[in-house]
């Protein structure tokens, strides 16, 4: 093992929440490492593929305004800004990033954590074949599906009542050749000869005059935490997506051919990092106002979209939500003192995952425990819990996040294409 390095913080994932965690502190003069295991910044929405905003886009805080201005200027927003290209938000993550002075480690991953009573204090992080013995004051999890918090020993939560957990999806674009294409299928592979028959959300969006953005695999069953069910589940959105793109050959877009499609499957929901405070359902649902907590420190706005648990096509649960905040508590982890975590490993229920989980909001999760971070060490706190949440909320909205959440719009998108299913959600 090689000397060891360090830091103020450690960000163990570069998705969106990860980015905006890093950006956060960094932009406060303090050393920060984000670590992610793929080429790019931004997570399942560059480098997964997933280039769509579902939930409202106002009030999310200046990181994530400051990514859509640059987004616009590129021209790289699609239908109604809702959609976007994922290749030009790779360069604005990363651009971002390095302007606030966040030093980045692609191709690495978190093996081992080091703990002394209720603090981390180093990770193990292989990259390039060499072992980075990383110390650090602070740490978040922005990992997705909580991997620093399991290597460290956190309480956590997965699945439903019988493990099961939304499915995976891998998502592609197709784009306009101005020819009409060869149609063929391996025979290994079984064309899909009606709509009924998508696996997943239809056969997908047109978001542009010559683009189609493909979210209509879905994989079923398999634990994303599990090394040979991940890879499975790869395997399996692979063959789906080239009978979609057959299908879509075959009975809409003729002259329509695959252009890429993610590096890696979507991962929806992984596991759920038990923290001081767990935001549940019974809290979330049949409200007809907004929900506010003294400690929230970002704001949901998006609906409930809780896919079935065990049926092909495109059935689940949809339900209008008024906007909710989430609060700091649910991204603390109840067994360590400084430990937090941002996005879609935070502390709350399958259904509230299911709405909290979406891009927006987890740039919003991602500035506030940056932010959190920054003040920690610039209170000396010794305990994340130290830290003033009125001085943390106070930042939050210089910094361009609205937290109130009556001040939001809910986010509900045309639910009928959507088939009511509740599957006895927990």
Known sequence: MSDFHKYDVLVAGGGTAGTAAAISAARRGHRVLLVEEM?????VSTGGGVAEWFASLGGMGNVF???????????????NNRWFNPEYLKGVWQLNAEAAGVDILFHASVMRVRTEADRLVAAEITCCSQTLDVRADWFIDTSGEGDLC??????????????????????AWMYDTGEKQTLWLPDELEPIDSADELPGLGSGWKVSDNRIYLNATKVLNQDPTDPFQLSAAEREARRQLLRIAHYV????????????????????????VTGDFVLTKELVLNRDAALDFEDGVAVATCQIDFHSLSKAGNSGWRQRLEPYSIPFRC????????????????????VVHSSSRMTPTCCSMGQAVGTAAALAVEQGAGNIREVSIESLRATLAADGMELDPSKHHAFAPDQSDFDEDEENAS
Do not use: W
């Open 249 to 272: 050959q075959r009975f809409e877009y003729p002259t329509y051919a695959l252009a890429s499609s993610g590096a890696r499957i979507g991962i929806r929901e992984g596991r759920r």
């Open 39 to 43: 080429n790019c910044l931004g997570g």
């Open 65 to 79: 305004d400051e990514t859509l201005g640059k987004m616009a200027r590129f021209g790289a927003r699609y239908a």
């Open 331 to 350: 991204m603390v982890s109840k067994d360590f003192s400084n430990l937090m975590m941002a996005g879609k490993c935070i502390s709350v229920d399958q």
């Open 150 to 171: 399991a290597l460290a020993g956190a309480a956590f939560q997965q699945g439903d009542a019988k493990g099961r957990v939304l499915h995976m999806s891998l998502t």
